[in-house]
């Protein structure tokens, strides 16, 4: 995808082609912060795009013990 304007307003078919994008680099283990460098957006609206491509978020904190184990 072409670089984007930092603000600018993605509509249309630009705004599906990016959800599909990050939904997929999403899927592959990049981080909702990663993806917002890498495009140069906000935190908000990397969430917010994966939201509206149907992407199911990890939680948050990343990988945490199993329980029992000491």
Known sequence: M?????????????????????????RKGASIRELAETHGRSYGFMHRM?????????QRGGRTKAR???
């Open 50 to 58: 994966l939201s509206e491509a149907g992407a199911t978020l990890r």
């Open 68 to 70: 029992g184990a000491a």
């Open 2 to 26: 072409a670089e984007l304007k930092k603000g600018a307003r993605i509509t249309g078919t630009d705004r599906v082609k990016l959800a599909t994008e990050i939904k997929t680099q999403y």
